[in-house]
């Protein structure tokens, strides 16, 4: 919740209504935490990386991903 609220008002300075904004970010949460795990399975079992090195890609990715998405469809400000 501290971490929608800040995005909500400091990040985006988002004006849609919590009811548009709320189930959508945490929406992207969901997905995020999937990512996180999907993206560490791989980097560590398939490409046999140690798990710093995975951690920190897969810390960037999905802070990319996430920051997009919430930028993009989460408060994204539409124009008239």
Do not use: D, E
Request: net charge positive.
């Amino acid at each position: 919740m501290v971490n929608y609220l800040l995005n909500y008002h400091a990040t985006f300075r988002a004006k849609a209504s919590h009811n548009r904004t709320a189930p959508r970010y945490f929406t992207v949460a969901a997905i995020s935490v999937g990512l996180n795990s999907a993206l560490m399975f791989a980097f560590m079992h398939r490409l046999r990386m140690s798990w710093p090195l995975a951690q920190c890609i897969t810390t960037a990715c999905v802070l990319l991903f996430g920051y997009s998405v919430n930028s993009l469809w989460t408060f994204r400000v539409r124009s008239a």
